[in-house]
């Protein structure tokens, strides 16, 4: 089944992907043929057409491949650490965390302040968030729904804390901010791209790495410790990689919600839960959905660019509700 999900499942992802980023490239207010910013992407095609596709457009596209997978990852790790199906960055407080860094970061940074140092006071805000969430919802034999709540508790609050920040700052940059917690990719540059691919390139292929770690948490920690896992560590390391991706994420493409909840169940459906190949999957799908959500936000109702959140959001509301009802508070099997 793994070597059928990575030598199958994989590359046909892979292509659905590359193929959603063309179409992405290739729609606009200068719409381009599909074969011919095919052929720019990988070097050929006239040079307005790349200046076009290179400058303007690949750049958010990049963004948004690069965040779904970061927050779908994130996600699976989640799910599994604390088996419980409804978790996700967004629903349990680790994205309103690294929100409210990353909004202070922004409401107070000087204008010579470096675009790099947004991920590093995204993951502080996030990591915070994440000690809360293990201190105050992780107990032995607890209810997965306990969970739930107290990631609500920590997101009203970060809600809370980044209302007072946007209220106390600049109007101009209040507007701004406001448009990037809804979640958006809007206006990202090859920068923005530069600043997030370190994270993705180092902290995907590490979850990748403890997918055996992964597969042992599914069946409890009883079981857990009773083939030699150090649970508790092993624990620790997997959500500090979850925190890492999500708020790289965050920090980049604000508030974008529900791509962590949908991407792993659907990979879950595809390609079963050995991680191995569960994780790439996953990561493929996030890829492939946040990219078409910033293209439906681009074209649904333009001229208006609207943020890919609000289309992940429509998706993922209902998604959660399903979700909530089909597995009646129990946890991942």
């Known amino acids: 089944m793994r070597r059928a999900v990575i030598f199958g499942l994989v590359p046909l992802l892979l292509l659905v992907l590359l193929a959603s980023m063309i179409w992405s490239v290739s729609t606009g207010a200068l719409p381009i043929s599909f074969l011919k910013a095919g052929a720019a992407l990988f070097g ?23 965040v779904g997978a970061g927050l779908a990852v994130a996600g699976t790790i989640l799910q599994t650490i604390f088996r419980n199906p409804l978790s996700a960055p967004d629903i349990v407080g680790i994205n309103g965390g690294a929100s409210v ?55 009203s609050a970060a809600s809370a804390l980044t209302t007072f920040l946007l209220i106390s700052g600049d109007s101009y940059r209040a507007d701004q901010i406001l448009n990037w917690l809804t979640g958006t990719v809007y206006g990202k540059s090859m920068e923005h791209a530069a600043a997030l691919l370190p994270w993705v390139v180092i902290f995907i292929p ?9 597969n042992v948490m599914l069946l ?16 620790l390391v997997l ?52 990219v078409l959500a910033d293209l439906a936000g681009r074209t649904v109702f333009a001229p208006k660019d609207l943020p ?15 979700l909530f009802f089909k597995n009646n508070g129990t946890s991942v099997k």
């Open 239 to 290: 959500l500090l990689i979850a925190v890492c991706l999500a708020a790289s994420s965050v920090s980049v493409a604000g508030g974008i919600a529900f791509i962590g909840l949908m991407a792993p169940h659907i990979g879950r459906r595809l390609a079963g839960n050995q991680h191995a190949g569960l994780i790439p999957v996953t990561a493929l799908i996030g890829a492939i959905l946040l």
């Open 44 to 66: 050929g095609g006239d040079e307005q057409t790349r200046l076009l596709i290179f400058k303007l457009r690949l750049p958010r596209v990049l963004v948004a491949a690069m």
């Open 101 to 155: 860094a990353a909004v202070a970061f922004l409401t107070l940074m000087k204008a010579d302040v470096s675009i790099h140092w947004l991920p590093v006071a995204a993951f502080g805000g996030a990591l915070i968030a994440a000690a809360l969430i293990y201190i105050l919802a992780y107990t032995r034999n607890s209810s997965p729904l306990r969970l739930i709540l107290v990631g609500v508790g920590i997101s």
């Open 206 to 214: 590490l979850a990748w790495g403890m997918s055996r770690h992964l």
């Open 308 to 322: 890919a959140g609000i289309f992940t959001a429509g998706l993922g509301v209902p998604f959660f509700f399903y």
């Open 220 to 235: 409890g920690d009883t079981v857990a410790m009773g083939v030699g896992s150090a649970v508790e560590r092993t624990r």
